[in-house]
């Protein structure tokens, strides 16, 4: 795994960091079932991939990211640029990414408000076809610029969003608070916050490190879901943040 330092450290400092940060607030906003500014965020992304890939094959890069006049045509110029084999990840610098640019950048433009009609807000779907195409054109450059395989690029990408969480450490399957004077509960909702969606309470009672299941939902998932910090689903054994919850998070524990 590239460590998240020196990711893409042959970038200007400024580009480097605008790639990281519109990727982050995707993913953040994601995480808070903020679907449209996910969506609005994808089309800054976008622009930065953009200078980035228009930067590796002209070889010059630009200080700050660019917005292009067309964003379709800018695209196509760079897949009509001469193939380059002595280049690694020549292919998808000129072809994958730009194409893959395209669709997202679409969905920022076209299908990012006023939703109008239909049996399902398609807002989430978007906002989750966002999300995983820039994980993916963030990996994809990692494994271009450092040479290294796909599983090493992805870790390096995840490792990037952790890095937004730094009480939560991630190892394998298991997560751990690495405050270890914080209460259970609080663990808890610090946990449900570095997720994405629901999370089994099994694994969630695994991760606190708490001693009793039953007493685990009894005392903390079920006053939780009583308070509305988070929505406590006792059927399908599994358990979501609320907004109340995002908001005590930021404001009491992460701060």
């Avoid at 270890?180 to 997720?195: A, C, D, F, P, V």
């Amino acid at each position: 795994m590239v460590k998240p330092e020196n990711f893409l450290k042959n970038l200007p400092d400024s580009l480097r960091s605008e790639l990281i940060d519109t990727y982050s607030e995707i993913v953040r906003n994601y995480s808070e079932r903020r679907w449209e500014p996910s969506e609005l965020n994808g089309g800054k992304f976008c622009e930065v991939v953009y200078s980035i890939v228009n930067g590796a094959i002209s070889g010059v890069f630009p200080v700050n990211a660019t917005k292009p006049t067309n964003m379709v045509e800018a695209c196509r110029v760079i897949e009509s640029s001469p193939a380059n084999t002595a280049h690694v990840g020549d292919r998808s610098l000129r072809i994958l990414i730009p194409r893959m640019l395209l669709p997202l950048y679409e969905i920022r433009n076209n299908r990012g408000v006023g939703h109008v009609g239909g049996d399902v807000d398609p807002n989430s779907m978007d906002a989750t076809t966002v999300l995983a195409m820039a994980s993916w054109i963030l990996a994809e450059l990692c494994r271009i610029f450092h040479n290294v395989n796909l599983e090493e690029a992805q870790e390096t990408v995840d490792a990037l969003v952790e890095k937004k969480y730094p009480l939560v450490w991630d190892v394998g399957n298991v997560k751990r608070v690495l405050d270890s004077h914080m209460s259970k509960t609080n663990q808890t909702l610090l946990l449900l916050y570095s997720e994405t969606g629901w999370v089994d309470e099994f694994k969630l009672c695994k991760w606190v490190e708490h001693s009793n299941s039953s007493i685990f939902r009894r005392d903390i998932l079920k006053k939780l879901h009583t308070k509305r910090f988070l929505e406590y689903n006792q059927k399908d054994n599994k358990v979501h943040l609320s907004p109340n919850g995002i908001q005590y998070v930021e404001e009491k524990l992460l701060k």
